[in-house]
């Protein structure tokens, strides 16, 4: 609905019929006027990014990355909306609600089937973006991060990566060469490399699984159990597979059978990853792990070795930022040309090396930036294997119950089995809505 | 431990010495009881403070040190070249007294009208008040943006509202609705009940009118709470994110917090610039409050009257 | 302070004997008071509704539209990104059949029961000690202030290092005291009562200040001539001190009930309602609704539910209160 609140003011009507149809007077409106058939672009443009934050970022985008784009299209200006990840939902739901849809929104892997289900997005495919030519330029998987239907919706700028990583000293130490290589060896390695003092506390984890969103966390081994999170035509859950429920029942046995981490040794909120202090021997991690590294510790740098988590397949977890243009948008064309600017190789290289992440694009694996960070190197050598988050448009109404599941698992209030049952009940029951 | 309100006064004393060393001892007991309450709100702060000139490679120590190894004050330096803090700066100060003056004066008014004068329907405005403080700020966010949206005949609407931004990215909307609190009006009423009815008699006696007793009788009556008032609507408005982050689009609008979260990045936390902002955004209220306490001494409202 | 008595006062000297002649003379001579002709009442109105009517406008206009709003979609099924449908009460059914929206309930209620009454006793207490003349006295003030002024987020932050297991404060005094380490925030059974500590730990330094306001409209003359009757200065406390604090300890009492009710950043930055839902609250579920799941109507329906609660809360204390003043 646009606006109860303005109606209020302006006088009386039944609620939602008005609504509706004030949202389609709004819709027609546009947020401007001027219009342009292709070719030359002129006019404003507004951009809702959560990324490029801060001066750096700033820095980046409007004194790099849009004079570039200026120089194409001179008679353009692209005024910017900066927010960041944790307030993103909080402007993009004032956005929408209001009808002021900026032309172009950055937003994560996950949330663009919602926003395309429900026509908030232009379709990138009827202004000719095929799945085809994007799947020239990027990995298959990653481009159907912004596909729902068949049809493009986003274009990906940056990946976010979670993998295994080991310190290989401490793994050599203990005479193992190489990391593991399947789920066996993962969790003898991990025993092994626990270290309890006397009284039994816990000094050094053999592998650590909390200081990272228990949701991804999960879904690395998910994936690399060959489970996944729905069915082929996302019509049904299906993390509570066999698959599934034997995923989150290893991580629920590294924790009370073979104790390699007490619940509370880490948290997301953990100012250091335990990897880089010696309190953990390997975990899961996410790529910019080497960026905290750089800063506080680079004399590890040849001490943290990625690796892939593999049970029956190897499993690597991506999520990520895309661009989108605006359904309402009035000069979607415009909208597009800036798109594919911000996901093209310069400037998407820029973005990434700024915030230490994967760059979406193929043909950036030789870059000197990724062949200086191991681990965005590693990641993006193995994006065949990264799988994503998301699927059905209720996703983002399902993901925020991950969480609190797996951790009733991992706290033993319930079985595997039963917490997954439980979150697939509240998914099917969204999925339903 | 006891209270003590008045001024020192003579107890029922056996001897002039016992007194005395009695005193003493209640005196340091007091002094004791107070340093460890002060010490107990002061240690996460000092924490904080003594995070903010760590470098990161201290930060990553096991155990963590608590005094720095080596005070890096750089990252002073550093943390204000993170964001346009100047800019954001002082936003936030006009802000924070354009948010204040307004507060003061309408809910003053307001809370001295609830409280004094006899209004019909006096306890239902007052109810009415106290009830539009319960529903949380989340819920209210989108109706008030889309309010500041369809502000008629402003940012290019018409008269319906329609057509343009309205009140978004002005300061007419980082500064009106966030300008009252339910709050104030309810404190300041209090406040005004408190004061004896026989100062309005004699003022009106004296040809005043009700508007000038408000302002000029009761209200200096009781700078202890405007002062309050004062202090915490300043600091909500310092301290306040969201609103300011949702209403403008404009980097030149926003304010000091947002520049703080710049440093609180979804993956990767920089702890030490985040407590170095902290540190310098809490200070200017540190300030104010010892500005403002002052204003609560005994005797103060009294000798007023007098 | 544990059983806080709100009460309101009626617009006169709270009733104090006549031992002690009012001491606060009006600027015209004392002598003239009870002889005052009594303004027309309807120039009171009048003046009343002048000095309310901007006020309440305002808040007619920027609150209670938007509570309105929120009333109304609170029976769709408004997602912000569709149109919103009416659905009747489907809303309040599934609130009404959601175990961690009742979950959030309780803990609300627990979290307020704890902070509010202790946060409110100590405070009271402390702006007492610290109205008298006394050494570095802005300090102590200060100090006890200072946990309000900081952003939540920040100080939260803090205070996840303090909670933390390994190395945080809290353990190495438990250890000290040779007492068995806890995980705090991660342990389902403590995490709650971890978030009351904090939540009690902030709430102290506005109780106090506006204690300490409150304090110094108190009538000096009443403890002068209370001291000569000989009493002691925790009688003076409780006879004298906190029947005149009535009026904000009313004040105290409903807005720190109303802000336990909405607590949210702490949350938010300390736990994210974990471990497993162990200290998830209303408000934050409110959120989670409308920003993270975009379900701004069954968001709308939960906030009307919290709403009501304390709209009865309010009430109840109102009603319990009035009678003994009117």
């Excluded at chain 2, 700066?89 to 309408?106: E, K, P, W």
């Excluded at chain 2, 009106?176 to 009423?189: C, V």
């Amino acid at each position: 609905m646009r606006n109860r609140s303005h109606r209020g003011r302006v006088g009386p009507g039944p609620l939602a019929a008005t609504a509706a149809a004030l949202a389609l007077v709004l819709a027609g409106c546009g947020s401007g006027d001027g219009g342009d058939d292709g070719g030359e672009f002129s006019g404003e443009l507004t951009l809702l990014t959560p990324i490029y934050e801060g001066s750096d970022g700033q820095r980046l985008l409007e004194e790099e990355i849009l004079p570039a784009f200026y120089e194409q299209y001179p008679d353009l200006k692209v005024s910017v909306d900066y927010t960041t990840y944790g307030n993103l939902n909080e402007k993009l739901t004032t956005a929408v609600a209001s009808g002021l849809v900026p032309d172009l929104m950055m937003m994560g892997v996950g949330w663009v089937e919602a926003f395309a289900a429900n026509g908030v997005l232009a379709n990138l495919t009827e202004l000719g973006v095929t799945t085809e030519s994007l799947n020239e330029v990027y990995n298959p998987a990653i481009v159907q991060g912004g596909v729902v239907d068949g049809s493009v919706y986003a274009l990906p700028v940056m990946l976010d990566t979670r993998f295994g990583c080991v310190r290989s000293d401490i793994l050599a130490d203990a005479g193992y060469d190489e990391p593991p290589s399947n789920l066996e060896e993962l969790r003898e390695y991990a025993r092994e490399l626990t270290v309890r003092n006397d009284d039994g506390t816990l000094e050094r984890a053999g592998f650590d699984m909390l200081s990272m969103d228990l949701r991804q966390m999960y879904e690395v081994f998910l994936f690399a159990n060959g489970g996944s999170l729905f069915t082929e035509d996302l019509s049904a859950p299906a993390f509570n597979s066999p698959e599934g429920v034997e995923a989150l029942q290893f991580l629920v046995d590294l924790i009370h059978t073979d104790r390699v981490e007490d619940i509370g040794f880490s948290s997301t909120d953990a100012e250091v990853h335990p990897l880089l202090n010696g309190r953990a021997a390997m975990g899961v991690c996410h790529n910019n792990l080497w960026v905290s590294l750089q800063e506080a510790a680079p004399e590890l740098a040849d001490q943290i070795q990625p690796f892939l988590i593999t049970g029956t397949q190897p499993g690597m977890f991506f999520g990520g930022t895309l661009v989108t243009v605006s359904a309402n948008s009035d000069k979607q064309e415009a909208a597009l040309a800036l798109a594919q600017h911000l996901t093209s190789a310069e400037a998407s290289l820029l973005a990434n090396e700024q915030r230490g992440n994967v760059p979406a694009r193929t043909d950036l694996l030789d870059s000197d930036y990724v062949q200086s960070n191991p681990l965005v190197q590693f990641a993006m050598e193995n994006l065949q294997y990264a799988q994503r988050e998301g699927g059905p448009p209720q996703w983002l109404e399902i993901r925020g119950d991950f969480a609190p599941a797996v951790e009733a698992a991992l706290l033993g209030e319930k079985s595997a089995q039963q917490a997954l049952d439980d979150l697939a009940a509240a998914a099917t029951e969204a999925m339903s809505r | 431990m006891t209270a003590a309100t008045a001024p020192a006064n003579a107890a029922p004393a056996p001897s002039r010495e016992s007194l005395v060393v009695r005193r003493i001892l209640t005196k340091l007991g007091l002094h004791i009881v107070l340093l460890f309450s002060a010490l107990t709100m002061l240690v996460p702060f000092l924490w904080m403070v003594l995070t903010s000139v760590k470098s990161p490679t201290e930060l990553l120590q096991f155990p963590p040190t608590f005094w720095p190894e080596e005070w890096v004050w750089d990252n002073y330096a550093k943390a204000l070249d993170a964001a346009p803090f100047v800019t954001y700066f002082r936003n936030s100060l006009f802000i924070s007294i354009g948010h204040t003056a307004m507060n003061v004066v309408l809910a003053s008014m307001a809370g001295y009208a609830l409280a004094r004068l006899p209004i019909r329907g006096r306890e239902v405005a007052f109810i009415f008040i106290i009830a539009m403080m319960m529903i949380p700020t989340y819920t209210k966010i989108v109706p008030q943006f889309l309010i500041v949206k369809f502000m008629p005949l402003f940012g290019g609407n018409d008269i319906f509202g329609q057509g343009g931004s309205g009140w978004l990215n002005t300061w007419w909307a980082l500064i009106i609705p966030g300008g009252l609190t339910p709050f104030a009006i309810f404190l300041f009423r209090q406040f005004y009940l408190t004061l004896p009815s026989e100062l309005e008699e004699a003022a009106r006696i004296d040809g005043l009118g009700e508007v000038r007793i408000y302002a000029q009788v009761y209200t200096p009556l009781i700078k202890p709470a405007i002062a309050t008032v004062a202090l915490l609507t300043f600091q909500d408005s310092w301290n306040n994110f969201l609103w300011p982050l949702i209403v403008t689009t404009r980097d030149d609008l926003r304010v000091i917090q947002v520049g703080l979260a710049v440093f609180q990045q979804q993956e990767n936390t920089q702890w030490h610039y985040l407590m170095a902002g902290t540190t310098l955004a809490t200070v200017p209220m540190v300030l104010l409050f010892l500005v403002a306490q002052r204003y609560f001494i005994q005797g103060f409202t009294n000798t007023g009257i007098k | 302070m544990t059983t806080p008595t709100p009460a309101v006062a009626v617009p006169a000297e709270p009733a104090t004997g006549d031992a002690v002649p009012p001491r606060r003379g009006a600027p015209a001579p004392a002598t003239r008071r009870r002889s005052a002709r009594r303004s027309p009442l309807r120039a009171q109105r009048r003046a009343g509704w002048l000095l309310l009517a901007p006020a309440l406008a305002h808040v007619a206009f920027w609150i209670a539209i938007p509570v309105v709003a929120a009333l109304a979609l609170s029976f769709t099924d408004y997602t912000v990104l569709r149109p919103p449908r009416w659905i009747g009460l489907d809303n309040y059914v599934e609130i009404l059949g959601d175990e961690v929206f009742r979950q959030a309930t309780w803990h609300t209620v627990v979290y307020t029961f704890f902070t509010v009454p202790v946060a409110m006793a100590v405070a009271v207490v402390f702006a007492v000690l610290l109205n008298q003349r006394l050494l570095g006295r802005a300090f102590y003030r200060a100090a006890m202030f200072l946990p309000h002024v900081t952003a939540t987020v920040a100080i939260s932050m803090v205070w996840l290092w303090m909670f933390n297991p390994q190395y945080g404060v809290l353990n190495a005094a438990l250890s000290f005291l040779g007492l068995p380490t806890q995980v705090w925030l991660s342990d389902p059974d403590l995490a709650l009562w971890s978030v009351i500590l904090v939540g009690i730990w902030q709430g102290i330094g506005i109780k106090m200040l506006i204690y300490l306001a409150a304090l110094q409209n108190l009538d000096q003359s009443l403890y002068e001539a209370a001291s000569i009757d000989g009493a002691s200065k925790v009688q003076q406390f409780f006879r004298i001190t906190l029947p005149l604090l009535k009026p904000a300890t009313f004040f105290v009492f409903v807005v720190s009930i109303i802000g336990a009710f909405q607590v949210f950043e702490l949350i938010y930055v300390l736990t994210d309602g974990g471990p497993a839902n162990a200290t998830t609250m209303m408000t934050y579920e409110v959120y989670r609704s409308a920003f993270e799941d975009f379900r701004m109507g069954l968001a709308s329906a939960q906030s009307v539910v919290l709403f009501a609660c304390l709209l009865i809360l309010t009430l109840l204390s109102r009603r319990l209160t009035r009678s003994h003043d009117e």
